[in-house]
């Protein structure tokens, strides 16, 4: 796991050397020189500077990107199948979410492992997603290509979404889309499409059923009853 926040998400108290040597001691058996020696290594291969120096050092010593860098450390320290990135670059500056975005894009690629990426930057998501999942209200409402969902994208939050993101060509005095309304409430979620009170193309049956699953293709579906049959009866 990779978690959105490194500051948070690493322990003030120790220091970096001691927290990933105690996941390799845990889970790969390994007493504390071997352990010492691994962690100088996956610093490295996260392109940590000065690894031996690092790992005697405290979090607070280190910028916001070296941080994230020490969490990706410690996700791969195992060796995983798949890694969940959650936000990974939200607390770091452009320059430096490009480059940890590169290096998990590496590191994908060397360790031959999969990659969950959860984020809200469909500029991110364009560049390095195979596949995306559209969610809305913890429900996954289209899913798809890159392609499918960029440029043949049928779900209304899909558009929404798509038209909130400014382009090369914007008109500079232009506002961005903005959707109106505000997203339902978990703890009493709606009968049916949660997405209902914000569409402007909603139907009554959205009111009263979650829409089912239609299949465009082999790999892009929809949840949306303007994609169903249904809505082509009700024309």
């Known amino acids: 796991m990779i978690f959105q926040d490194p500051m948070t998400s690493l322990n003030p108290t120790m220091k970096l050397g001691k927290q990933i040597s105690e996941v390799l001691k845990i889970h790969r058996n390994m007493n504390s020189k071997e352990a010492k020696e691994e962690a100088i290594r996956l610093f490295k291969a996260v392109h940590i500077t000065n690894p031996e120096q690092r790992i005697n050092q405290y979090p607070f010593e280190l910028s916001g990107g070296m ?18 990135a959650d936000e990974p670059t939200t607390a770091l500056d452009v320059t430096i979410q490009a480059q940890i975005m590169e290096l998990i894009h590496e590191l994908k690629e060397e360790m031959e492992t999969s990659i969950i990426l959860i984020t809200h930057d469909l500029g991110v998501v364009r560049e390095f997603a195979d596949r995306i999942n559209v969610m809305y209200a913890g429900k996954i409402i289209e899913g798809g290509t890159v392609e499918e969902v960029f440029k043949k994208s049928k779900h209304p939050y899909t558009w929404a979404l798509l038209k909130s993101m400014p382009t090369l060509d914007s008109d500079i005095k232009s506002e961005l889309y903005s959707l109106g309304g505000t997203p339902p409430d ?3 979620p709606p009968i049916g499409c949660p997405f209902c009170a914000r569409c402007e193309y909603a139907m009554e049956i959205c009111k009263e059923k979650m829409p089912e699953r239609t299949d465009l293709s082999t790999t892009h579906f929809t949840c949306c009853w303007l994609t169903h049959e249904y809505a082509e009866s009700v024309e």
């Open 67 to 84: 941080r994230q860098r020490v969490i990706i450390a410690m996700a791969i320290a195992c060796n995983p199948k798949i890694i969940i």
């Open 186 to 188: 978990l703890l009493e």
